[in-house]
């Protein structure tokens, strides 16, 4: 018996240490070495404002950096490293989770907001 498209859906796929793990379940879960951490909403609120801010504004610079029309370190990875940076900060507000919050502990979302 096939399994239904929504059932298909919450299959998620996380690798680590070339090992393939799924899970079929509705909470899904990341792996940060050898600890599985649940993927809960922990950034909410104005942690997620400024996440979004501050990330689009570093892609912007490195994007601006890379294209010569912004002055930041010439020839070096400056530029590249803000827009890495910036996009997981963006990813991370997008998403509403962090991986070091999640081993630290720290939740900004309201109560309402995390499911």
């Known amino acids: 018996m096939r399994a239904p498209a929504a059932c298909v859906l919450l299959l998620s796929i ?48 490195g994007i601006g950096g890379l294209a010569g029309a912004i002055d930041i370190g010439s020839g070096s990875v400056i530029p590249g490293v803000l827009v890495a940076v910036g996009v997981v900060v963006l990813v991370t507000a997008t998403i509403q989770w962090c991986p070091p919050y999640s081993l630290l502990g720290i939740n900004t979302c309201s109560v309402s907001d995390r499911n």
Do not use: C, S
Request: without cysteine.
């Open 14 to 61: 996380g690798l680590t240490q070339n090992e393939i793990y799924l899970t079929r379940h509705p909470k899904h879960y990341a792996y940060l070495g050898r600890t599985k951490v649940r993927m809960e909403k922990n950034v909410g609120g104005l942690d997620r404002t400024v996440r979004f801010v501050v990330g689009a504004v570093l892609a912007l610079a």
